[in-house]
T-cell receptor, first 117, second 113 residues
């Protein structure tokens, strides 16, 4: 089956530093990748939609300068949390699809736990 | 207001028992409906989805779900639970006038031997 990896799985950083999270589709080329944030005991919240070679589309309320998304190839998207603060601590999940919308079958990465001290 | 509700935060069942996880939605028109499972250390996996047609949908891993328009529900069922089914289950809806998914808050399933 289709596999999506995320790296790192867990990261701890100091307040004010930047953190990059990678999302890779290992055995297929993804037309679209999505980035989600999952709070404890809460549902997944879509942060942005990413297409290779174009600017990401951010959801309302998500700061694009705070959460930089780069989609360099059909198999790699990165999320950079810039100048991270404790409130950015969360579980970040990416997904990839050969389709174009969230309704198409998404293959999810295992997530990255970010802790900002 | 538009919403997706999973009333049960945590459910515990014995291995071999039947399972029903509830999902209710509140949208003007019938949305597309999905169930995902999130196992520890793994990414979410699509169990099944309903777009139209037969209201009883068969999914992977022996799961099924039934769409009931009159109750605005899409409950997930399994006749006999296995220990490996212990996970977090998310219902999600796709409002018909968008291409978005709205996830519920999840139900954690614990299975006792």
């Amino acid at each position: 089956g289709a596999v999506v990896s995320q790296h790192p799985s867990r990261v701890i950083c100091k307040s004010g530093t930047s953190v990059k999270i990678e999302c890779r589709s290992l055995d297929f080329q993804a037309t679209t990748m999505f980035w989600y944030r999952q709070f404890p005991k809460k549902s997944l919240m879509l942060m942005a939609t990413s297409n290779e070679g174009s600017k990401a589309t951010y959801e309302q309320g998500v700061e694009k300068d705070k959460f930089l998304i780069n989609h360099a190839s059909l198999t790699l998207s990165t999320l950079t949390v810039t100048s991270a603060h404790p409130e950015d601590s969360s579980f970040y999940i990416c997904s990839a699809t050969t389709g174009t919308s969230q309704w198409d079958e998404q293959f999810f990465g295992p997530g990255t736990r970010l802790t900002v001290l | 207001a538009q919403s997706v509700t999973q009333p049960d935060i945590h459910i515990t069942v014995s291995e071999g028992a039947s399972l029903e996880l509830r999902c209710n939605y509140s949208y003007g028109a019938t949305p597309y409906l999905f169930w995902y499972v999130q196992s520890p250390g793994q990414g979410l996996q699509l169990l099944l989805k309903y777009f139209s047609g037969d209201t009883l949908v068969q999914g992977i891993k022996g799961f099924e779900a039934e769409f009931k328009r009159s109750q605005s529900s899409f409950n997930l069922r399994k006749p006999s639970v296995h220990w490996s089914d212990a996970a977090e289950y998310f219902c999600a809806v796709g409002p018909y006038n968008t291409d978005k998914l709205i996830f519920g808050t999840g139900t954690r399933l614990q299975v006792f031997p």
